[in-house]
Each structure stands twice: as structure tokens, then as C-alpha cells.
């Protein structure tokens, strides 16, 4: 129950610190000010990121990780790129983190994200963040496939597969073409069928 309450608390301070610097600019936001929105103090906060930049990649990491965490659950017999499918649609469905404010205006939204993602200290963090969350999937599909994530390139480029697509599907995101889980069926589905060339 502790360390649920801690992750329920990360998340939080993550998602309020990504919807605060969206809708008011990086350097806008306190760390004081995401403390304030989720009801703790800037001391706790610090105890979970070190920076606001680490707090907006956490949400990239945690997601990651836990697609790392269902992909180990799924059955056995699943072929691997639908049991990736399936995680990956399961865990971009909206939390309750998110769930609990009103939906934002898709166009102001996409918009502040691409903003935010300009700043160079989330661009950093952002990369560290990535690199964790590859070696994260690496393994789990090492796990599903039987191979070594550490001296296997198999797993490693399945890996860094899912992270394109989220990243592709993202900024399609951002440039207004779609939902985001539409883009990442999109995104997916090319990946499956071999990146033939377009018609």
C-alpha cells in the first residue's frame, strides 16, 4: 500500500507538472506551484524529481515501464507484435490522474506540448528518459522471445520500435492529424506489415 501511494503520488506530480508548464510556459512554473496542485509540499516534491524537467519525462519512463511490466503478463502463446498492440493502446488510456480535470482544448493542448518539448532541459531529460525506457522493453520482450536484451539486437530494436511509434505518433499528435490512439493503431499496423511503400 506504501509504495502504491508513492507511485499514485509520482504520477501525480508528473501529470500536474506537464499540465501546468502546457498551459502557462516552462519557465512559468514553480516547483512550488505542481506541489500546490497536487496538495503536498515542495520538500515531497523534491523527495520524488529533481527538477520539473524530470518530473514532465517521468510520465515517458513510467509508461514504458509499465507496458515492460503487462508485455511479461500477456499469454504465452500471443504472437509478440499483438500482445504489444494490445499494451500499448492499454496504456495510453487516460488515468485517473488525468480523468480527474476537464479535457483541455485539443488544438491549445497540442500546441503547448509542442512548446514544452522545445524547451532544452525537458529535451535532455527526455533523452535519458528514453534510453531507460528502451533497455525497460528491451527486456521484457527478451523475456517473451528467450533472448538476451544485453547482447541480443532482437529485442533491442523491438524495443526502440515501440518507442518510434509512440514518438512518431506523438508528434503526428501534435501536428493535429489524429487521436493519439489512432495514430499509434496506424503506427503499429505499418510496423507489422514490413514498412511496404506507400500505394
Not at 508548464?21 to 497536487?38: F, H, N, Q, S, T
Not at 517521468?58 to 515501464?65: G, M, P, V
Amino acid at each position: 500500500m506504501r509504495e502504491e501511494k508513492k507511485q499514485a503520488t509520482r504520477t501525480a506530480l508528473s501529470w500536474a507538472a506537464i499540465r501546468l508548464i502546457v498551459a502557462r510556459g516552462y519557465e512559468k512554473v514553480l516547483v512550488e506551484d505542481i506541489a500546490a496542485e497536487v496538495g503536498v509540499s515542495p520538500r515531497t516534491f523534491n523527495n520524488y524529481f529533481g527538477s520539473k524537467a524530470e518530473a514532465v519525462a517521468f510520465r515517458h519512463l513510467d509508461r514504458c515501464e509499465r507496458m515492460a511490466e503487462a508485455l511479461r503478463a500477456r499469454p504465452a502463446g500471443e504472437p509478440l507484435w499483438e500482445s504489444i498492440e494490445h499494451v500499448m493502446l492499454e496504456t495510453f488510456k487516460p488515468g485517473p490522474e488525468v480523468t480527474a480535470h476537464p479535457r483541455p482544448d485539443r488544438e491549445a493542448w497540442a500546441a503547448g506540448l509542442h512548446r514544452m518539448l522545445a524547451v532544452p532541459a525537458l529535451q535532455a531529460e527526455y533523452l535519458r528518459a528514453g534510453a531507460m525506457a528502451e533497455a525497460a522493453l528491451a527486456e521484457a520482450v527478451g523475456d517473451r522471445t528467450g533472448t538476451d536484451a544485453a547482447t541480443n539486437i532482437y529485442p533491442q530494436l523491438v524495443a526502440a520500435t515501440m518507442v518510434a511509434a509512440q514518438n512518431v505518433a506523438s508528434r503526428n499528435f501534435m501536428a493535429g492529424s489524429d487521436t493519439m490512439r489512432t495514430l499509434l493503431v496506424e503506427a503499429l499496423h505499418q510496423i507489422t506489415k514490413g514498412l511496404p511503400p506507400p500505394a
